[in-house]
């Protein structure tokens, strides 16, 4: 008998492709039916069944305070009711970009857009026109959002001259990207030695959380920024995931590396579309109407969303303990996740940082795209089915990372690890 989520589905791919807004969301990877999901509070999601269910997708890095914080909710109705979308300049964008300012150490001006994905596009055009330069570095199995310049994989065998990931993408464009491994600065460096001075720009994600959650090693973002700098390059965080996520500061603050453009996201819209792109004054003033390199957007900074956002950003700035919580809960799924890999004689490795982490189904640590794509997939669906079936929504892919919040209660994180032991106790290969 098919669900009302089955119905659902069908109804949607009628008229949506995969019948969602973003693949991710389709379940492809572990299979089965995406619950169509009509409420979300506090850690919890409820689906159109009326099924309460623990959230680990946390709106991919969004609800870092939980699902419908009274004061975000509170603030979005407020200016709801002063109008939504002006089209002028308002207050509550200077506000918002003066927190931005005030809170990531190297944001000196900023450019508020509408995704993370409109964020990183923009930063890797001004990097271009900063230097001149039309080539850029990205890490295998990073994702920046769907840029045609960042859909693109490694070619095969030692060029290593991107080739289109996506049809669309012309290899002209692809044929500027060049991809390196995580972790590995020597993979940066033949680049750079082959290459130097057309590269205008390395972006990486300080934290990967996009193949599974991956911390840089110690040296490697130093690294990179001695290596930037040596060949007049520009350096970017996208913190669009680890912004305000694994520190107030960002990766950045965390890790004490500075770089020349940050790219934000997620959290700063406390729920709603913000994106933001920002760094180094001399380079910001580029971006029109200051100077010449062109972005725009109608719904940039729109009030509701710099409610939210400020909202948001207004309660971590005030609550700084909030990381250290974050990182608690981190520290205890993990080390009971790893300790009941090792009762039931499953490898499982955990890793995090701050308020996003995952469990990889493997022996040995995690440090790239290839470790990570040789995790066990099966195991992961497995588990992935069975805290569904318990109620506990993790992201459906081993390649995304959890994120818990502020509205996860030691009883969540608690239930969390019984419903791992006993679909471990019962075995990920049945
Ligand atoms: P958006 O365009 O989706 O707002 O942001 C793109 C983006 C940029 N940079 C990083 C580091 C990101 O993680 C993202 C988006 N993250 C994914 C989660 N892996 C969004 C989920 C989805 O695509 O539906």
Redo the contacts with the bound molecule.
Sequence with gaps: MSSIHDELLARSMAVMPGGVN????AFKSVGGTPRFIRAARGATLEDVDGRVLLDYIGS??VAILGHSHPSVTKAISEAALLGTSFGTPTEGEAELAEMIVRLVPSIEVVRLVN??????MSAMRLARAATGRAGIIKFRG?????GDMFLVEAGSGAATLGVPSSPGVPESTASHTLVANFNDLDSVASHFEAQGDQIAAVIT?PVC??MGCIPPEPGFLEGLRTICDDYGALLVF?????GFRVALGGAQERYNVRPDLT?L??VIGGGL?V?AYGGREDLMRMIAPDGQVYQAGTLSGNPLAVAAGRTTLGILESNPDIFSELEGTGRTLGLGLEALGREYGVPIRWQSSGGMGCPFFSETPVTDWQSSAATDSQAFNRFFHGMLQRDIHL?PSR???WFWSTAHSTTDIDRTLTSAKDILAGGLDA
């Excluded at 973003?22 to 969301?25: A, C, D, E, F, L």
């Excluded at 990073?142 to 769907?146: D, E, P, R, S």
């Excluded at 996208?238 to 680890?242: H, K, L, R, W």
């Design positions: 973003s693949p991710v969301r991919w890095g995704s993370g994905t409109e964020a990183t990073a994702y920046h959002g769907h994600e959380g996009n996208d913190e669009v995931m680890t790219t996201g997620k579309p994106g992201p390649f995304e990372a």
